[in-house]
Nanobody, 124 residues
């Protein structure tokens, strides 16, 4: 069983930066692929970024490519999402998800374990 807790969200001005953290518990975390998703009221949850269990493979949504960086430190059981050059359209609740059976996935339904989310608000 993997438990995830997101943190690091908050209010930031456009052009600013935030680093989100996904802290995990469970021995299998280091074997989990991890994805970040976000959701805006009235819209479906969308893929943001993902990282393989080894950290050797990453994937990003086109909307964040070049601005966001996903990384992980398995020794600390933590995955990070560094967000730079934030835009108002990045405003959303960000969720961390993990699954030990995945190599890498952008599909929400591929993930079994989810955190509660952290709010990111970017002001113009």
């Amino acid at each position: 069983q993997v438990q995830l807790v997101e943190s690091g969200g908050g209010l930031v001005q456009a052009g600013g930066s935030l680093r989100l953290s996904c802290a995990a518990s469970g021995r299998t975390f280091s074997s989990c692929a991890v994805g970040w998703f976000r959701q805006t009221p009235g819209k479906e949850r969308e893929f943001v970024a993902a990282i393989s269990w080894s950290g050797g493979v990453t994937d990003y949504a086109d909307s964040v490519k070049g601005r966001f960086t996903i990384s992980r430190d398995n020794a600390k059981n933590t995955v990070y999402l560094q967000m730079n050059s934030l835009k108002p359209e990045d405003t959303a609740v960000f969720y961390c998800a993990a699954d030990p059976g995945l190599g890498l996935s952008w599909r929400e339904y591929d993930y079994d374990y989810w955190g509660q989310g952290t709010q990111v608000t970017v002001s113009s």
